[in-house]
Structure formats: structure tokens, C-alpha cells
């Protein structure tokens, strides 16, 4: 094996690796929004695991965050929680730094 394949090879390495955290935080961030969004709208128990499951397939329907987000946005206005936009995507963007940190600890 060549340097070239070396390098090659750590560089695919890192990727796999990247991607794999890039997966397991996301997931993470979208169950700790199910939990804060569905505790804002009273779930509890079963209810709240069946909705953190539907968020965490929501952001399945797109590439990127706008789908969590707009899932997320639309429950709660559907239940009558008022929570701006702003609240929404700064508990997205806390989550995902706690599962960062969490999974690198």
C-alpha cells in the first residue's frame, strides 16, 4: 500500500467517522426538541415517545434542519403554544451542541 492509499484511506476513515457523529447528534438534537416541544404541549409517557418518533422521521423528508423545524412549528402552533421562531432554532442549536459535546466526552 502506497502513501497515497495511506492517506486515501484515513481520509475515507474520517469521513465514515464525521458522518457517523454528524448522524448520532442530529438524532440526538431532534429527540431533546420532541422532548422540550412535546413538554410544551403537555405530552407525556407514550404520547411524547410516539412524538419524539415522529420528529426524528420528520428530518427524514429533506436534507438539512428546515424540516425538524417547520414539523416542530407547526405542532406547537397547532396545539396553541406560542413560541417564536427565534426559540425554536436557539433549542435546535443548544441541543445539537449538548449532543456534540456528549458523544465526544
Request: no cysteine; glycine share 6%.
Amino acid at each position: 500500500m502506497t502513501t497515497f492509499d495511506k492517506r486515501e484511506k484515513a481520509y475515507e476513515d474520517m469521513f465514515a467517522r464525521d458522518s457517523e457523529l454528524k448522524f448520532k447528534a442530529e438524532s440526538r438534537r431532534n429527540k431533546a426538541l420532541a422532548e422540550w416541544a412535546g413538554g410544551l404541549m403537555g405530552l407525556t409517557g407514550p404520547a411524547l415517545e410516539d412524538y419524539v418518533k415522529e420528529v426524528r422521521k420528520a428530518d427524514l423528508a429533506e436534507k438539512g434542519d428546515d424540516d425538524v423545524f417547520r414539523k416542530v412549528q407547526a405542532d406547537l402552533a397547532a396545539k396553541g403554544v406560542q413560541v417564536s421562531d427565534t426559540d425554536i432554532r436557539q433549542v435546535m442549536h443548544e441541543s445539537l451542541a449538548k449532543a456534540v459535546n456528549d458523544l465526544q466526552a
